[in-house]
T-cell receptor, first 117, second 115 residues
Framework: GAVVSQHPSRVICKSGTSVKIECRSLDFQATTMFWYRQFPKQSLMLMATSNEGSKATYEQGVEKDKFLINHASLTLSTLTVTSAHPEDSSFYIC?????????????FGEGSRLTVL | AQSVTQLDSHVSVSEGTPVLLRCNYSSSYSPSLFWYVQHPNKGLQLLLKYTSAATLVKGINGFEAEFKKSETSFHLTKPSAHMSDAAEYFCVVIPAYSGNTPLVFGKGTRLSVIA
Protein backbone atom coordinates (compact mmCIF):
# COMPACT_ATOMS: atom_id res chain seq x y z
CA GLY A 1 0.00 0.00 0.00
CA ALA A 2 0.87 3.64 -0.20
CA VAL A 3 3.46 4.86 2.27
CA VAL A 4 4.03 8.20 3.89
CA SER A 5 7.41 8.75 5.46
CA GLN A 6 8.15 11.26 8.18
CA HIS A 7 11.56 12.39 9.29
CA PRO A 8 12.88 12.71 11.90
CA SER A 9 10.93 10.35 14.12
CA ARG A 10 12.35 11.96 17.22
CA VAL A 11 14.04 15.30 17.74
CA ILE A 12 15.24 17.12 20.83
CA CYS A 13 16.14 20.77 20.56
CA LYS A 14 16.92 23.73 22.73
CA SER A 15 14.39 26.44 23.34
CA GLY A 16 14.61 29.17 20.72
CA THR A 17 15.85 27.00 17.89
CA SER A 18 13.89 25.95 14.83
CA VAL A 19 13.09 22.39 13.82
CA LYS A 20 12.05 21.08 10.42
CA ILE A 21 9.96 17.95 9.96
CA GLU A 22 9.62 16.36 6.54
CA CYS A 23 6.68 14.41 5.20
CA ARG A 24 7.11 12.43 1.99
CA SER A 25 4.68 10.36 -0.02
CA LEU A 26 6.84 7.51 -1.27
CA ASP A 27 4.83 5.89 -4.03
CA PHE A 28 2.12 8.34 -4.92
CA GLN A 29 1.68 12.03 -5.59
CA ALA A 30 -0.12 14.11 -3.01
CA THR A 31 -1.52 17.49 -3.91
CA THR A 32 -2.74 17.84 -0.36
CA MET A 33 -1.11 16.88 2.90
CA PHE A 34 -2.39 17.46 6.39
CA TRP A 35 -0.43 18.22 9.54
CA TYR A 36 -1.76 17.11 12.89
CA ARG A 37 -0.62 17.60 16.43
CA GLN A 38 -1.31 15.06 19.12
CA PHE A 39 -1.03 15.74 22.83
CA PRO A 40 -0.51 12.83 25.22
CA LYS A 41 -3.53 10.54 25.43
CA GLN A 42 -5.56 12.76 23.15
CA SER A 43 -6.85 12.60 19.62
CA LEU A 44 -5.26 14.25 16.63
CA MET A 45 -5.77 17.96 16.20
CA LEU A 46 -5.61 19.29 12.66
CA MET A 47 -3.12 22.13 12.42
CA ALA A 48 -3.10 22.94 8.74
CA THR A 49 -3.78 21.72 5.24
CA SER A 50 -0.76 21.85 2.98
CA ASN A 51 -1.44 22.45 -0.71
CA GLU A 52 1.21 21.85 -3.33
CA GLY A 53 2.28 25.08 -4.96
CA SER A 54 0.19 27.36 -2.78
CA LYS A 55 -0.08 28.64 0.76
CA ALA A 56 -1.16 26.33 3.52
CA THR A 57 -4.54 26.72 5.15
CA TYR A 58 -4.25 26.96 8.92
CA GLU A 59 -6.86 25.99 11.44
CA GLN A 60 -8.14 28.56 13.88
CA GLY A 61 -5.73 29.16 16.71
CA VAL A 62 -2.67 27.82 14.91
CA GLU A 63 0.01 30.45 14.41
CA LYS A 64 1.17 30.39 10.80
CA ASP A 65 4.36 32.28 11.62
CA LYS A 66 5.15 29.73 14.29
CA PHE A 67 4.44 26.65 12.24
CA LEU A 68 5.73 27.23 8.74
CA ILE A 69 4.50 24.81 6.12
CA ASN A 70 5.98 24.40 2.68
CA HIS A 71 4.62 22.00 0.06
CA ALA A 72 7.13 22.48 -2.72
CA SER A 73 6.50 19.29 -4.64
CA LEU A 74 3.87 16.61 -5.07
CA THR A 75 5.76 14.28 -2.75
CA LEU A 76 7.13 16.54 -0.03
CA SER A 77 5.68 18.82 2.61
CA THR A 78 7.68 20.29 5.47
CA LEU A 79 6.65 21.69 8.82
CA THR A 80 9.08 24.05 10.51
CA VAL A 81 8.53 24.89 14.15
CA THR A 82 10.20 28.27 14.53
CA SER A 83 11.71 29.53 17.77
CA ALA A 84 10.51 26.42 19.55
CA HIS A 85 9.48 26.55 23.19
CA PRO A 86 8.77 23.74 25.65
CA GLU A 87 5.03 24.10 25.07
CA ASP A 88 5.63 23.13 21.44
CA SER A 89 6.75 19.69 22.59
CA SER A 90 4.32 17.26 21.04
CA PHE A 91 3.80 14.44 18.58
CA TYR A 92 3.37 15.76 15.06
CA ILE A 93 1.80 13.56 12.39
CA CYS A 94 1.39 14.21 8.70
CA UNK A 95 -0.99 12.53 6.31
CA UNK A 96 -1.46 12.52 2.59
CA UNK A 97 -4.09 11.62 0.07
CA UNK A 98 -3.30 10.76 -3.52
CA UNK A 99 -4.00 13.18 -6.34
CA UNK A 100 -7.29 11.34 -6.81
CA UNK A 101 -8.56 13.24 -3.79
CA UNK A 102 -12.19 12.62 -2.87
CA UNK A 103 -13.01 10.14 -0.18
CA UNK A 104 -10.03 7.86 -0.58
CA UNK A 105 -7.92 6.54 2.22
CA UNK A 106 -5.66 8.93 4.00
CA UNK A 107 -2.17 7.59 4.64
CA PHE A 108 -0.33 8.63 7.77
CA GLY A 109 3.30 9.09 8.54
CA GLU A 110 4.82 7.43 11.59
CA GLY A 111 4.89 10.72 13.45
CA SER A 112 7.64 12.94 14.81
CA ARG A 113 8.09 13.46 18.52
CA LEU A 114 9.45 16.88 19.30
CA THR A 115 10.90 17.63 22.69
CA VAL A 116 11.96 21.20 23.39
CA LEU A 117 14.23 21.65 26.37
CA ALA B 1 -21.46 19.52 10.02
CA GLN B 2 -19.68 16.26 10.59
CA SER B 3 -18.82 14.82 13.97
CA VAL B 4 -17.72 11.56 15.49
CA THR B 5 -18.40 10.29 18.99
CA GLN B 6 -16.47 7.40 20.42
CA LEU B 7 -18.55 6.36 23.36
CA ASP B 8 -15.79 4.85 25.48
CA SER B 9 -12.45 6.45 26.22
CA HIS B 10 -11.08 3.18 27.59
CA VAL B 11 -12.07 -0.44 27.06
CA SER B 12 -10.45 -3.33 28.87
CA VAL B 13 -10.93 -6.97 27.82
CA SER B 14 -9.33 -10.28 28.62
CA GLU B 15 -7.27 -12.03 25.98
CA GLY B 16 -9.44 -14.31 23.89
CA THR B 17 -12.69 -12.46 24.61
CA PRO B 18 -14.63 -10.31 22.13
CA VAL B 19 -13.85 -6.65 21.50
CA LEU B 20 -16.44 -3.94 20.92
CA LEU B 21 -15.40 -0.35 20.33
CA ARG B 22 -18.33 1.96 19.76
CA CYS B 23 -18.57 4.86 17.33
CA ASN B 24 -21.48 7.10 16.37
CA TYR B 25 -21.28 9.71 13.65
CA SER B 26 -23.13 12.73 12.41
CA SER B 27 -22.90 13.76 8.79
CA SER B 28 -24.94 15.86 6.42
CA TYR B 29 -24.10 13.59 3.53
CA SER B 30 -23.50 9.90 3.06
CA PRO B 31 -20.22 9.52 4.88
CA SER B 32 -17.10 7.52 4.41
CA LEU B 33 -16.06 5.98 7.70
CA PHE B 34 -12.73 4.64 8.82
CA TRP B 35 -11.17 2.95 11.80
CA TYR B 36 -7.50 3.60 12.45
CA VAL B 37 -5.23 2.05 15.07
CA GLN B 38 -2.31 3.78 16.72
CA HIS B 39 0.32 1.95 18.74
CA PRO B 40 2.41 3.98 21.22
CA ASN B 41 4.63 6.58 19.57
CA LYS B 42 3.56 5.44 16.12
CA GLY B 43 1.53 6.85 13.30
CA LEU B 44 -1.92 5.65 12.36
CA GLN B 45 -2.66 2.47 10.47
CA LEU B 46 -5.89 1.88 8.60
CA LEU B 47 -7.89 -1.06 9.95
CA LEU B 48 -10.87 -0.81 7.63
CA LYS B 49 -13.09 1.61 5.77
CA TYR B 50 -16.70 1.95 4.67
CA THR B 51 -17.41 3.83 1.46
CA SER B 52 -21.04 2.99 0.64
CA ALA B 53 -20.45 -0.56 -0.53
CA ALA B 54 -21.21 -3.51 1.75
CA THR B 55 -22.38 -2.43 5.20
CA LEU B 56 -20.31 -5.12 6.93
CA VAL B 57 -16.69 -4.30 6.39
CA LYS B 58 -13.84 -6.66 7.13
CA GLY B 59 -10.43 -5.27 7.94
CA ILE B 60 -7.00 -6.40 8.92
CA ASN B 61 -6.08 -8.45 11.98
CA GLY B 62 -9.55 -9.96 12.28
CA PHE B 63 -11.39 -6.69 12.89
CA GLU B 64 -14.68 -5.84 11.28
CA ALA B 65 -17.25 -3.06 11.52
CA GLU B 66 -20.88 -2.71 10.53
CA PHE B 67 -22.32 0.50 9.13
CA LYS B 68 -25.84 1.04 10.48
CA LYS B 69 -27.42 4.11 8.95
CA SER B 70 -30.54 3.91 11.11
CA GLU B 71 -28.40 4.04 14.23
CA THR B 72 -25.70 6.29 12.74
CA SER B 73 -23.18 3.84 14.12
CA PHE B 74 -20.00 2.18 12.92
CA HIS B 75 -18.90 -0.04 15.79
CA LEU B 76 -15.64 -1.99 15.58
CA THR B 77 -15.59 -5.61 16.67
CA LYS B 78 -13.24 -8.55 16.90
CA PRO B 79 -14.26 -12.04 18.05
CA SER B 80 -11.16 -12.74 20.10
CA ALA B 81 -8.75 -10.17 21.49
CA HIS B 82 -5.01 -10.65 21.26
CA MET B 83 -2.39 -8.96 23.40
CA SER B 84 -1.05 -7.19 20.33
CA ASP B 85 -4.43 -5.46 19.88
CA ALA B 86 -3.71 -3.18 22.83
CA ALA B 87 -3.56 0.28 21.28
CA GLU B 88 -5.50 3.47 20.66
CA TYR B 89 -8.32 3.26 18.13
CA PHE B 90 -9.78 6.19 16.23
CA CYS B 91 -13.08 6.35 14.40
CA VAL B 92 -12.93 8.84 11.55
CA VAL B 93 -15.52 10.31 9.20
CA ILE B 94 -15.55 12.39 6.07
CA PRO B 95 -18.64 13.27 4.06
CA ALA B 96 -18.91 12.02 0.53
CA TYR B 97 -17.78 14.27 -2.29
CA SER B 98 -15.82 16.43 0.08
CA GLY B 99 -12.79 16.83 -2.13
CA ASN B 100 -9.81 17.37 0.08
CA THR B 101 -11.69 18.18 3.26
CA PRO B 102 -9.71 16.78 6.16
CA LEU B 103 -10.96 13.94 8.24
CA VAL B 104 -12.92 14.39 11.44
CA PHE B 105 -11.47 12.30 14.25
CA GLY B 106 -13.15 10.82 17.25
CA LYS B 107 -11.40 11.30 20.58
CA GLY B 108 -10.09 7.78 20.54
CA THR B 109 -10.63 4.63 22.57
CA ARG B 110 -7.76 3.02 24.37
CA LEU B 111 -8.01 -0.76 24.28
CA SER B 112 -6.28 -2.71 27.02
CA VAL B 113 -5.96 -6.48 26.76
CA ILE B 114 -5.42 -8.43 29.97
CA ALA B 115 -3.61 -11.75 29.90
Amino acid sequence: GAVVSQHPSRVICKSGTSVKIECRSLDFQATTMFWYRQFPKQSLMLMATSNEGSKATYEQGVEKDKFLINHASLTLSTLTVTSAHPEDSSFYICSARSTGGGTGELFFGEGSRLTVL
Amino acid sequence: AQSVTQLDSHVSVSEGTPVLLRCNYSSSYSPSLFWYVQHPNKGLQLLLKYTSAATLVKGINGFEAEFKKSETSFHLTKPSAHMSDAAEYFCVVIPAYSGNTPLVFGKGTRLSVIA
